[in-house]
T-cell receptor, first 113, second 116 residues
Framework: KQEVTQIPAALSVPEGENLVLNCSFT??????LQWFRQDPGKGLTSLLL?????REQTSGRLNASLDKSSGRSTLYIAASQPGDSATYLC????????????FGKGTKLSVIP | DAGVIQSPRHEVTEMGQEVTLRCKPI?????LFWYRQTMMRGLELLIY????????DSGMPEDRFSAKMPNASFSTLKIQPSEPRDSAVYFC??????????????FGPGTRLTVT
């Protein structure tokens, strides 16, 4: 059974810092990996999706990487802003019959002005 | 497209009452998912449908929970009778078919359920 872990559970940084959020998974046989952002009391917003054949994806100040062999993905946020404060979740789709996403519990990011 | 629509956004009910949550998926998506989010367990898949047919309901916690999808544009999740431990945020998500490019799920805003 696929397990997804996100460490740390919470992170606080001063505005302007570059930061990395981590996601690790136990089964490297994945179809794709998706990073989401969740604001308090709100739904999930998809940030980046990496297919298994890709190693990274970029959108603005965000860069997500995928290393299947080591079971890791990272989300890099450049020049952090207070508006980046949210919970970031990674989710995997294994592509092996069941079409569910397996989620980590997220990292709660606080960017201090 | 308006995205995935859920109603109500907030529901407060008393233990023992019936609760019905509603979802309208993105037009053209043939997969629909119901998730539950709690602090303790994170996001968990309850059930998903393909072309209105339930495919995997192994995440439904017990018989008090039921879900239906009478047509391609509407689904309900019902809890009867509700209990305080059902308090959570319930999300609906939809997607196109896997295998046709990236497989990406789109989430609704969620329904925050409080059972007192």
């Amino acid at each position: 059974k696929q397990e997804v872990t996100q460490i740390p559970a919470a992170l606080s940084v001063p505005e302007g810092e570059n930061l990395v959020l981590n996601c690790s998974f136990t089964d490297s046989a994945i179809y794709n990996l998706q990073w989401f952002r969740q604001d308090p009391g709100k739904g999930l917003t998809s940030l980046l999706l990496i297919q298994s054949s890709q190693r990274e994806q970029t959108s603005g100040r965000l860069n997500a990487s995928l290393d299947k062999s080591s079971g890791r993905s990272t989300l890099y946020i450049a020049a952090s802003q207070p508006g980046d404060s949210a919970t970031y979740l990674c989710a995997l789709y294994s592509g092996a019959g069941s079409y569910q996403l397996t989620f980590g519990k997220g990292t709660k990011l606080s960017v201090i002005p | 497209d308006a995205g995935v629509i859920q109603s109500p956004r907030h529901e407060v009910t008393e233990m023992g009452q019936e609760v019905t949550l509603r979802c309208k998926p993105i037009s053209g998506h043939d997969y629909l998912f119901w998730y539950r989010q709690t602090m303790m367990r994170g996001l968990e898949l309850l059930i998903y449908f393909n072309n209105n047919v339930p495919i995997d309901d192994s995440g439904m916690p017990e018989d008090r929970f039921s879900a239906k999808m009478p047509n391609a544009s509407f689904s309900t999740l019902k809890i009867q009778p509700s209990e305080p431990r059902d308090s959570a945020v319930y999300f609906c998500a939809s997607s196109g078919p896997p295998g046709q490019g990236p497989y990406e799920q789109y989430f609704g805003p969620g329904t925050r359920l409080t059972v007192t």
